[in-house]
């Protein structure tokens, strides 16, 4: 166990610790820390390279690969090899089914409000498992460069993610192995590598373009007192590198009449390789001239910016839009940075920096500046920067109980004093007329093992089924350290709230020793958050079933009906089990046999309506 030393004015760690500053990324992953000469550097860990692709792959063996040797087996075994898993972070099936196919493996859509998950290698993960693996290869590779533990980070994330998101990528860190100082965006960092918005002075609007393997999106970010404030983002989370690799290969394909070959698995992964081969070449060469086998694949710089053009001309729209909604002119933005390995490619430069009307920031490796933005916000977090000052941070999560006893932070432990968070919830019974709120503080996963501060009952929430009415809560904790929590039915408008000071009463040597906790026993906690989530959803899964068969019982034949009950048995079964590989496993299982039920019956729903509406 490592030691932990906290600077509790600050809520911060100890300089003497290591920090790392990791760019968790859709395609490539990466790590970066300050050097002894207090430079950003990223990890090259001894001939593996810098990025690390973002792929895991899981052998047949049971072990698991992460990274280059991962991608080796994406097209050849599509089923064990999971690939852009941050798209899923945070996310039901619901959020992603509109894209579903463009995912090779299996994604289980049981319940389509709660989290995705996968199941590869025979077992279930979900994409915060999937996550960590990523990061406990980064956290590796940081230990055996740098020869010394790394339990420390701040981690990125794009500006658009949502609270769950962000909350999923903590999850992710802690069941790495590593507390997360914070999670900071990719825009942000961005900027800080360039130095901008390092002097508290400072104040500026400035643009962000990035142009990853799979995503684009650009933001515009006002910089003041050393605070960045996102007045906009826009983009396409299905738009980057991918599709021009894309491009070349569609190109190639009909200058060789290749049509009726694209059926052969290792010809089209022959050829995207070769097409991001060409495409890399292109940003410093007019032409690629190569073979796959026997056919020729050539490309001039000309020829692929006619293909790209369109795709790129997209990503200035976004621009537009962005400049839209911050409510600005292009004259407003003071700097533009460029993100991404994809913004190498010379058209998008220049189309970038022509419609900014100057020139881009593009000095620093666009693939790193993310990572090495990272690693200066931790050195600022560790308080080793003298000419900048730390604001006041909370020195502990704050957040209300939810389902399972689970600890759901709102706002989280180093976030800026003033700050305010919300979320909305719903009920769980049917008809609920109160919902009991109560406050935590600290980081464990259950709150019981937390700090209440307060608790409450909004009453008078009209009847209405689970789940409908919405409940938004919202936090505010202001200067002087009094947080505000306000409840509010949105259907009905039912108000209610309560203050409380949570520094009151709460020692140094407390907030320390809850800190101490939350690190030693942060992989049980997730572990047991992810049980607690497991049980939850199978325990609906059967109410939703059961409900089914007692009121449709004239649907279902009496054989289905055995076989389900038999599927409801070892659903209830592996709850009890403990086993949350077995619930996932058991809920896939019984929402596989009953979904045709449900087919039919809304067949029968529309049958009725067509009945209904045949008058004559
Ligand atoms: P992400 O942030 O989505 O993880 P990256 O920023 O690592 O992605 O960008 C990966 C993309 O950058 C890939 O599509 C890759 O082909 C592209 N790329 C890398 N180097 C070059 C280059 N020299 N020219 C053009 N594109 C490049
Ligand atoms: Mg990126």
């Known amino acids: 166990m490592a030691t932990v030393s906290i600077n509790l004015a600050t809520g911060s760690v100890q300089k003497e610790e290591i920090i790392v500053g990791i760019d968790l990324g859709t395609t490539n992953s990466l790590v970066a820390f ?15 390279g810098v990025l690390v692709p ?26 064990n090899t999971i690939f852009s898993v941050k798209r899923l972070l945070g996310r039901s099936f619901d959020d992603i089914k509109a894209h579903s196919e463009l995912f090779s493996y299996k994604i289980i859509d049981d319940d389509s409000e709660s989290m995705v998950k996968i199941n590869a290698g025979g077992r ?23 020869k010394t533990a790394v339990n420390r980070a701040v981690i990125t994330v794009p500006a658009y993610f949502n609270d769950s998101q962000r ?30 918005g390092l002097d508290p002075e400072e104040e500026k609007t400035i643009a962000v373009y990035d142009l990853g393997g799979g995503t684009f999106d650009v933001s515009v970010l006002k910089i003041q007192n050393g605070i960045f404030e996102v007045l906009a983002t826009n983009g396409d989370t299905f738009l980057g590198g991918d599709d021009f690799d894309q491009a070349i290969v569609n190109y190639w394909i009909e ?11 290792t010809l089209r992964q022959a050829l995207r390789l070769k097409a991001e081969e060409a495409k890399k070449a292109l940003t410093t060469q007019n032409l690629f001239n190569d073979f796959v086998g026997e ?27 962005a400049l839209a909604d911050a409510n600005l002119n292009i004259s407003d933005i003071q700097e533009v940075v460029m993100v991404g390995g994809s913004t190498r490619t010379p058209l998008v430069k ?34 080793n920067r003298k000419d900048i000052l730390l604001l006041d941070v909370t020195p502990l999560s704050l957040g209300i109980e939810t389902m399972g006893g689970l600890m759901d932070v709102i706002i989280p432990r180093n976030a800026k004093v003033p700050s305010k968070a919300g979320r909305q919830y719903t009920t769980s019974i ?40 919405k409940v938004d809560i919202n936090f505010r904790l202001n200067a002087d350290g009094i947080l505000t929590v306000e409840a509010v039915e949105l259907r009905s408008g039912v108000k209610q709230k309560v203050e409380v000071k949570p520094t009151y009463g709460l020692t140094d040597e407390e907030v320390e020793k809850m800190l101490i906790d939350s690190i030693q026993n942060a992989k049980e906690d997730v572990s047991r958050r992810m049980l607690i989530e497991s049980r939850t959803e199978g325990e609906q899964m059967v109410y939703t079933v059961e409900r089914f068969l007692q009121k449709n019982k004239d649907q279902v034949s009496e054989q289905e009906t055995l076989d389900t009950q038999k599927l409801l048995d070892a659903l209830k079964a592996a709850l009890v089990s403990g086993d949350k590989d077995l619930i996932h496993k058991s809920i896939d299982e019984l929402n596989e046999f009953t979904r045709p039920f449900a087919e039919r019956l809304m067949n029968v729903a529309i049958g009725t309506a067509m009945k209904g509406r045949r008058v004559e």
Do not use: W
């Open 255 to 265: 200058a060789n009449q290749l049509q009726n070959r694209m059926n052969d698995d």
């Open 167 to 196: 909350q999923a990528t903590r999850d992710a860190g802690k069941l790495a192995g590593l507390d997360v100082l914070r999670i900071v965006n990719e825009p942000t960092a961005a900027s800080l590598a360039y130095g901008i």
């Open 430 to 469: 049917d008809g609920q007329a109160n919902m009991k709120i109560s406050v935590y503080q600290g980081e464990r996963d259950l709150v019981k093992e937390n700090r209440k501060l307060a608790e409450f009952d909004l009453k008078g929430i009209p009847g209405m089924p689970a789940g409908f009415p």
């Open 295 to 321: 056919i020729p694949c050539a490309i001039t710089r000309m020829k692929f910016e006619e293909l790209i053009s369109a795709k790129v001309e997209q990503t200035i729209q976004s621009c537009r839009n």
């Open 54 to 79: 973002s792929v895991v792959h899981f052998q047949p063996d049971g072990s698991v690969i992460v990274g280059n040797e991962a991608k080796e087996h994406l097209i050849t075994d599509t089923q």
């Open 34 to 48: 300050i050097n002894p000469d207090g430079n950003p550097q990223v990890i090259n860990d001894t001939g593996k």
């Open 124 to 146: 279930y993960y979900t994409p915060i498992e999937l996550s960590a693996m990523v990061l406990k290869e980064l956290k590796d590779r940081a230990e055996h460069a740098l």
């Open 350 to 383: 220049r189309k970038v920096s022509e419609f900014f009307a100057q020139e881009v920031h593009d000095k620093i490796n666009p693939d790193e500046v993310v990572a090495l933005g990272a690693a200066i916000q931790s050195d600022i977090l560790a308080g």
